[in-house]
């Protein structure tokens, strides 16, 4: 499974999956959305995440279960047992990993086993431990964070090689990247790196950072609040999310994800209590959810809300949870078998660019087409204007 194929499904309803498996994580990045470091052991009971994983069935599964963190090599063995009770169903399986254990990693380029037991790439050096690599074998793509951040802790070279060495294993792989926005010089060196590194076969979803966890401090927010009379969809409330404490929400957004209680209209159940059929089921006919994907949140809120909506369009769309006014009015416009098709039909239009839409309307945009590899490089004229 590419990247591009991966993230041209965001925009469907219960299209994908994504859990959060541990909020450990040995970096200590400082732009972390989850605040995650090696001693703070919240995740989700691991006999509870296979059961819900385990309620998938052919005729009902999500396209996609995408396994993230903190760091989820952390828990190898768990992220090999998730994947393989995914993939029994047909569902597709993709690692989101920070890198650790590249880290001083290089070898001696000799082929053969590891010091650890691991895969030796043969004439590139290297090892990758036995257990994360029979875990990064068990998915169906692998992608690796790097960025000003991650590379005070892994170091590029040591990325690159881990990289070379999964794609030997046969595994499609990606980076995520980020930086501060399309003018960023850091970016423009690093992406041209890994084009001259893998010859433009290793596609990249490039990001901005946002100002969540402990860049909430000092990282630019990048969405202002929209006009109200226009619709401005989110389809990032459209793939269910399991949190570290075993709840699923509406939303990915970070502060969403770690907030208690979790809004009325974003709250999907619990892996300790729902299967996934029944998280599918909300996800799909909750009206205001359906909104949400169509409109967005300012649109619905200066509609049908009973009382202003300050702050940012998250904010609004959090302070949406019991508000009744609300709730009726995307009943009446969103509620059954009509309410399905808007939703559908908003996807749809969200789709309508592929991937590389997707990422322009989420993601750096002046980075959009390094999500599909071996896609058009950048214009030279644009490489110039972000050195």
Known sequence: MELAELVARRPFPAAGLLIGLTRRCPLSCAHCSTGSDLFTRQEPDAGQLERFVGSFTQANRPDVVMLTGGEPLLLPALAERLSTLARRTGSRTALLSGMF????????????????????????GGTIPSAVLRAIRSVDHFSASLDIHHEREVPRADVFRALHLVREEGVAVSLHLTG?????PYLADLTRAVEEEFGGQVPCLVNEVR??????SWARGSRTGPDPAAASPCSMAAWPVVAFDG??????NQDTVDRRPVPAHLDLGTIAEDDWETVRRRALESPVLRMLRTVGPTHLADRYGSAPRPGSYCDGCRALGGDEAVAAGARSVAGGAAGALLDLTAAMRSSREGAQGVVRRHGCAAYAPLVVAGGPALPETDVRDVR
Do not use: I
């Open 101 to 124: 254990f590249a880290r001083g990693a290089g070898g001696s380029g000799r082929g053969g086993r590891g010091p650890w037991g691991g895969a030796r790439g043969g004439g590139r």
């Open 180 to 184: 501060t926005g399309g003018s960023d």
């Open 211 to 216: 100002p969540f966890g402990r860049a909430a």
């Open 247 to 252: 709840r699923v929400l509406a939303c990915c």
